[in-house]
């Protein structure tokens, strides 16, 4: 399947009920199961990946097929080493590519058993779970964030808890500490100095929560209004002061873009600045990269050079998420270079020779590549996006939302 995507204008004007955090709603579902919490979670994501471990959490067999979901496979794989019996876990055929091996020998260092199925330090796996005991655990802080969070999730529940020693450079360090401040919430102290975070053996305690709307979603919007001449969008259930880390991007749009946003009530309302255009971008996106491919496609929209840094867990997403970017871009013309490891950048040079006439978006079962190009129609006649449907991992309601405002999609 295809969609063809068009904008009749660059107006940007009505109300959005964005998606709830899938980073919030998966790191509470195991949270909520490791505190036994007789309390159901409000306004839970309804993206696959929350659904995926919903399913497994709430599930009556031992043999678990997450697809693509990587948080999943990460968070599930830490959660069912303590927990008594036998599990395997698999996902698609990417999954099966994505590595799992720092995980696994840390928690093996806990008194895990976990085997390999068919490739070492990649899934699917066989979890034979049992008690696990605690103690000192180095990891390299530049791996995923999810790796490190998977691991503090359970260490209250461990006996004699645990202490992690980062070593590096730490890659999105928000997510560590959104992942320590969701615990908090639920009764669980930590210390963090320096590079070692030490949590002692301690319960869960159980609490009503509701999760708050998705800043990474919110960023597609934010773009869109970059792109617009005249914006008037109400962001619905979104908070400028919150535990997510892709919220900083609400300052980045308005230093680069002109985008102000406003908080009203629950909300957050966004405008434009007129004439307002910087002539480079330099970014550091160690700490936010989900939201690198929706500034490197608006970059190419407005046809700004940029140098982004931090880029390096793009590698190991649902796709080589650097490969995707220059193959895709260079569908409009423009060549996307990689200065050093985790960089990319761009010298606001189009080749007019290379564009395609629509460009056709290869997905490459990324949903983060349909919701970063899908805005690009606001500047160009039209946009044709393949397999549409891959948004649903994280912002199902994307493309009714898109038609609310006016865009058309056959």
């Not at 990269?289 to 970059?299: E, R």
């Amino acid at each position: 399947m295809e969609y063809i995507i068009t904008k009749a204008d660059k107006r940007l004007i009505g109300e959005i009920t964005l998606p709830s955090s899938k980073s919030i709603s998966n790191r509470i579902l195991i949270i909520n199961s490791l505190s036994y919490s007789p309390y159901a979670i409000g306004n839970l994501s309804d993206s696959d990946d929350t659904k995926v471990l919903e399913a497994v959490l709430n599930g009556n067999t031992n043999h678990f097929d997450i697809g693509h979901a990587g948080t999943a496979m990460r968070f599930l794989t830490a959660f069912l080493s303590k927990i008594v019996g036998e599990w395997t876990l698999t996902g698609s055929e990417r999954m099966k590519q994505r590595p799992i091996g720092i995980l696994v020998n840390a928690l093996r260092k806990l008194g895990a058993t976990i085997e390999y199925i068919e490739n070492d330090g990649y899934p699917p796996i066989r979890i034979l779970g049992t008690s696990l005991k605690g103690g000192v655990i180095e990891l390299d802080g530049s791996i995923s964030s999810q790796y490190i969070s998977a691991l503090l999730m359970i260490a209250p529940t461990i006996e004699g808890g645990m202490t992690l020693r980062l070593m590096n450079e730490i890659t999105s360090k928000p997510y560590i500490e959104l992942t320590l401040e969701l615990m908090k919430k639920f009764g669980v102290n930590h210390t963090w100095k320096g590079n070692e975070i030490k949590i002692a053996e301690q319960n869960y305690i159980p609490v009503k929560f509701s999760v708050e709307a998705d800043w990474s979603g919110a960023s597609y919007w934010y773009a869109m209004a970059a792109l617009s001449d005249k914006c008037d969008l109400l962001l619905k259930g979104l908070q400028l002061k919150s535990l997510q880390g892709d919220a900083t991007q609400a300052e980045w749009f308005e230093k680069y873009f002109g985008v102000v946003s406003k908080q009203e009530g629950n909300n957050v309302r966004l405008a434009k600045l007129t004439a307002h255009q910087v002539k480079r971008i330099e970014l550091d996106f160690i700490e936010n990269p989900d939201i690198a491919q929706t500034f490197a496609v608006l970059s190419l929209c407005k046809k700004i050079p940029f140098h982004f840094k931090g880029l390096s867990t793009l590698k190991i997403k649902e796709t080589d998420r650097i490969t995707a970017l220059q193959n895709e871009v260079s569908k409009f013309g423009a060549i996307f270079t990689e200065p050093g490891i985790g960089e990319l950048g761009w010298d606001g040079i189009f080749n007019e020779s290379h564009k395609n006439h629509p460009p056709v978006i290869n997905t490459y079962h990324d949903h983060r590549m349909a919701l970063a190009f899908a805005p690009a129609a606001m500047v160009y006649p039209e946009i044709i996006v393949e397999d549409p449907q891959v948004i649903t991992k994280s912002y199902p309601g994307y493309w009714d939302d898109l038609r609310s405002v006016g865009f058309e999609i056959k």
